[in-house]
């Protein structure tokens, strides 16, 4: 079965949300962020530059023209090919030993015994290229970890004098030293004034987590602000969820896309938030729930993409506007239009 996306100009997308009010300066909840090491997130990894090669039908090889294997890689060692464990296949034979032979030249050099067994995933599509593997994040800290104890001063951080537009500061916050210590901050995105940006760094020096040691595993989050300089401008919020066809159809270049995803082998249906940060930085998508491996593929595809919107009002008061996708079963399959069937 193939997607069909619905069609949604950005005229219709614009009467789909709705106004958020909210205060002069809004902050809104922190994003815990996974720190990974070089390992962690693939930095180092080598790898064969040839593809692997579609076989030949035509020499009897295969009489399949269609296939895709995803795969969890396990680095255990710096200098060894990883364990290969086959999470979904629709391929051959012929084209399975493609992958695995592909595989068999993967090594991680700098994998440390501090980074533990380094988990990735990647698909391979023998109807177009290889996908980029997109590394699994380490198992997250239990609730009752160090998120629990992180106490915020108790003002609220006011700022009036913003000027005329809507802007936004995006912080990551870590604390790495003791309960004591204030976190290290850093400017991942801003449109608002300096002053509006020192105020946003003096008011997150004052967080603590007074539960933490001296040892402990940093903890990263990311929070934003929206400074609202008057009632009749604000940001935008979505109103209901999308299906992930209409998400499809928003996309910049629709009809040059390329992709294919087997959603029936993703422990579908399930559920996607998709954050929008551009033009500034890369859209962010998330799961809700329980995380599964399995769709690291498409979510690492969905937030390459951005939206067909280039309206920077508009822009600017989506940024951070978080849509929750709907995702059901079947197949996604984009073909570039002259290439359709």
């Given at each position: 079965m ?10 219709g997308?614009v ?14 909840a ?6 990974l090491?070089p ?8 790898r064969?530059?040839?593809?692997p090669?579609?076989p ?21 060692a ?22 695995f ?7 991680l050099p ?8 380094v ?36 003002k609220?951080l ?29 400017l991942?995105?801003?449109n ?5 940006e020192?105020a ?10 007074p ?5 402990d ?6 929070q ?17 969820p ?24 993703m422990?579908?249906?399930?559920t ?10 890369p ?6 729930g ?11 595809w ?37 290439a359709?069937?």
């Amino acid at each position: 079965m193939r997607l069909s996306p619905i069609r949604l100009g950005c005229a219709g997308f614009v009467a789909a949300v709705l106004l958020w009010a909210g205060a002069c300066a809004s902050a809104l909840a922190q994003t815990p962020v996974t720190e990974l090491s070089p390992a962690q997130s693939l930095s180092c990894l080598q790898r064969p530059e040839r593809l692997p090669k579609f076989p030949d039908w035509r020499s009897g090889q295969t009489s399949q023209r269609a296939g895709f294997v995803r795969v969890m890689m396990h680095f255990q060692a710096p200098d060894q090919a990883p364990r290969i464990e086959l999470m979904a296949n629709t391929a051959n034979e012929a084209m399975q030993d493609q992958v695995f032979s592909y595989l068999c030249w993967y090594r991680l050099p700098c994998l440390q015994p501090a980074d533990g067994v380094v988990k990735a995933v990647q698909e391979f599509s023998f109807r177009a290229s290889a996908q980029d593997p997109v590394p699994v994040p380490p198992d997250a800290e239990p609730e009752a970890g160090p998120k629990s104890c992180l106490v915020m001063p108790r003002k609220s951080l006011s700022i009036w004098s913003v000027g005329h537009r809507l802007s936004h500061v995006l912080v990551e916050a870590r604390f790495a030293a003791g309960g004591a210590a204030e976190p290290e901050i850093k400017l991942l995105y801003s449109n608002a004034p300096s002053s509006a940006e020192q105020a946003v760094r003096a008011h997150l020096a004052q967080y603590r987590m007074p539960c933490r040691e001296e040892g402990d595993k940093a903890y990263v989050f990311e929070q934003h602000f929206a400074f609202l300089p008057e009632a009749s401008v604000r940001p935008v919020a979505i109103a209901r969820p999308l299906a992930l066809e209409a998400l499809l159809d928003m996309f910049e270049n629709r009809q040059r896309l390329d992709a294919a995803f087997s959603l029936d082998s993703m422990a579908c249906p399930f559920t996607l938030r998709y954050q929008v940060r551009q033009p500034a930085l890369p859209n962010e998508v998330t799961q809700e729930g329980k995380p599964e491996a399995s769709r690291l593929p498409l979510i690492k595809w969905l937030a390459s993409q951005r939206l067909a919107i280039t309206d920077e009002t508009l822009l600017n008061r989506m940024f951070g506007t978080e849509l929750k996708i709907k995702v059901g079963c079947g197949q996604v399959d984009l073909r570039p239009t002259s290439a359709a069937e």
